[in-house]
């Protein structure tokens, strides 16, 4: 196994302790003189942030949330401004590069949304990021929690001319809830994986 898979092996084993500590708090928010609770992405990606940080103490890369590479020569060039939610590299190296990460909760997880995720996470995977993660957050009162619509929306970005390129290096976490452990699901083989959860 390469220095580059047990470093992702351990991000993800990170980004799994850190899904399961999520508080309540920041996973949905309440709001004054209203009933219901809301997702806020932002909310949520900086707690995210500090439980990846405390998971992550002592590790060979350096974790960067919304880093703007609108002025880095090499993906301003060939990718535009960008400005991924996460990413895991060591600076000023291109051929370090190992984790680029979008965030989108369930309930804001439009067609139009999810390609842009799609189209940003699989640029820096062409532009040589070793693996590249979907986490989506929440779920909709429905049977299935209403991760149907992510997965209909892979089926289509990822048409037969895609999925070679992609293949075991987009992966997506499903975060349902707080106090949960974010469940991959291989878009590959269409199947749910709790193997390794931790």
């Known amino acids: 196994m390469s220095d580059e898979e047990k470093h992702f092996m351990k991000f993800q084993n990170s980004l799994k302790w850190a899904t399961k500590n999520m508080d309540q708090y920041y996973f949905r928010i309440a709001m004054a003189k209203s009933r219901g609770h809301f997702l806020r992405e932002r909310v949520y990606c900086y707690e995210l942030y500090h439980l990846l940080r405390l998971g992550l103490q002592c590790f060979p890369y350096t974790l960067q949330g919304e880093m703007d590479k609108i002025s880095h020569p090499i993906f301003h060039r060939e990718i535009g401004a960008v400005k991924p939610d996460f990413i ?33 996470l699989t ?20 049977g299935d929690g209403g991760i149907s619509k992510i997965i209909r929306t892979y089926r289509e970005y990822m048409n037969p001319t895609r999925p070679n390129a992609y293949r075991g290096k987009l992966f997506l976490y499903w975060h349902r809830t707080s106090g949960e452990v974010a469940t991959i699901y291989d878009w590959e083989g269409e199947v749910f994986n709790n193997s390794g959860d931790s």
């Open 123 to 142: 640029r820096f995977l062409d532009l040589g990021y070793y693996r590249a993660i979907h986490l989506i957050y929440g779920s909709l009162i429905r």
């Open 88 to 120: 895991l590299h060591e600076p000023k190296n291109m051929e370090n590069n190992l984790v680029v990460m979008e965030v989108k909760p369930l309930k804001n997880a439009y067609r139009s949304n999810l390609k842009k995720d799609l189209d940003t």
